[in-house]
């Protein structure tokens, strides 16, 4: 089978997960990375056995990259974006597409520009329980959507914002202001806004916040909620933190007119009419396959995807323009907050 070759860009945490869900693909292969730091990129080279650069330039100059995936800090997502287009390079960019809506519109216009495609791993997509819920509401079994609920309330290690989850590198982006443009909300709970709009369809129209930074030494913050107004009338919450001690029970929830979808695995659902093998008036239980490391599995999904849609030049799984909206809800909710007023989108 023809295999579309990546090249990636930062050889952090998430490059190693990125090299693990190719590697369960049949039509993707990393043939090069770069990293400014030269151990970084020397460790990543050799567990994938690919070609190592040091600089962008390098990776642009290669014909054997068709792709870049850029694993960047996010204020370096932009300048990497408009260099990369330039040469031709098909980009995947790490989440969130940029730290402004103006970066991200001159990302994608650069792409657009350049004939190259653009896809955002916004993997959560394709767990299976979002995946069940989407079809859910498509066949309509909720009524009229009017309510969400988005909950990511985490503690995270104090080691996370100089070395994230698996400590693979270290790095200073995480923690500021600058350069991450966000905390828990941006960094983490855009995944779930994401995975809302893909199952919904519902875009915000107005929003109001608050956040602060309340135990953590960060410039970014480490609570948020945002109250939305959805466009045709829904309402709805997002609550991100990552400093929150004991366990928090989040809960993702959908309701609507005639039921609801608590967006747990197994996936529970309340229905007021019989539907679809769910029964009326009791909380449902469906079950759903469980991937071997899911981590991994989703990865594998969105490159399998990604790379047929430029293998046959078709779309890609999830453009630029679909992550385009759930930055805006988080900056217009930093903007809401800072102005104590409800901003419009
Ligand atoms: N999809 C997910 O679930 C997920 C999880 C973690 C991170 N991310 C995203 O991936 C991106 C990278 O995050 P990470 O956790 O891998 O960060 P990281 O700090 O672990 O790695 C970043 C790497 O970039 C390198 N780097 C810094 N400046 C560079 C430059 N100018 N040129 C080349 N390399 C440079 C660093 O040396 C480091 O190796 C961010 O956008 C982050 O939000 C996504």
Known sequence: ???????IIGCGEIAYWQAKGIARTDNSVITACMDVNKDYAGKFGKVNNCRIYSDVSGICKDPDVDAVIVCLPHFLHKPVALECAKAGKHIVMEKPIATTLADADEIILAC???GVKLAIPYVNRYRPEVQKAKELIEKGVLGKIVYLQIQDMALKPESYWTMGWDKVVTTDWRASKAKAGGGAMLMNCSHYIDFF??????????????????ATKIEVEDLMTILIRFKGGATGVVQSSSMLPGKFENVHRIAGTEGQIMLTSPLKVFVTKDSDGLKANEWNTVALETPDEQGSYLRKRFFEL??????KNTQVPISGEDARVALEVVLKGYEAADRKQVVTL
């Open 112 to 114: 657009k520009s350049a």
């Open 197 to 214: 709009y893909f199952m919904t369809g519902l875009r915000a129209e107005r929003v109001s916040a608050e956040y602060d930074t309340y």
């Open 306 to 311: 990604f790379s047929e849609a430029v293998l």
């Open 1 to 7: 089978m023809e295999k579309l070759k990546y090249g």
